[in-house]
């Protein structure tokens, strides 16, 4: 039987290696706006490329809010950080920043390419996106660290955390009134 507090530093591991990834959604919404990815252009299917939620000033800010984030933790693994905690590197940093973006362009492309507007749900989908563009990017481009780093006890929190982190922090947004809906 696993001890307990293996779990939860699997927990912890989760968070601190999906943090970089966790923040440029929400940081892409509230920095957000101005000119949309897909310049107001229509597919053939006659819907938008991406939409209007989806632009060139929140892709880039939220990449940087994630990267930031990331770069304190470089920072904080350097001073004191227990041993169970992956070490996160520059390049896993801007490579789990930027592919949680990837993913939840790749996964509105594919949104409107099925009709479905901006701001309806999409289940599983909206959840996971991110997670799908982070991880695959970072296994595409930091393979090595995503064999070290990603054992299946964390890859488990972070498929069990997301849609839990995804729907609170999605509430909290339309509680501000920067999200038009609560999901």
Known sequence: ?????????????????MLPAYIPNPAAVILGGGMPIDGGRLHADGNRYLGDGKTVRGLLLG????????????????????????RHTLLSVLLLATGALAGDLVKSYFKRRRGIPQGRRWPVADQYDLVAGALLLTLV?????????????????????????????????HSLGVKDVPW
């Not at 039987?1 to 290696?17: G, K, N, R």
């Not at 990449?63 to 992956?86: E, W």
């Not at 006890?153 to 982190?165: A, C, D, Q, S, Y």
């Open 1 to 17: 039987m696993v001890h307990i507090d293996y779990w939860i530093a699997a927990l912890l591991s989760a968070l601190w290696i």
């Open 63 to 86: 990449i940087l809010a994630g990267v930031l984030a990331g770069g304190v933790q470089l920072i904080v693994q350097t001073q004191a950080l227990p041993a169970f905690l992956p």
């Open 141 to 173: 481009g930091a393979p090595a660290w995503v064999m070290a780093n990603l054992t299946l006890p964390v890859l488990l929190w972070i498929l069990v955390l997301t849609p839990v982190l995804h729907r609170a922090v999605n509430l909290l947004g």
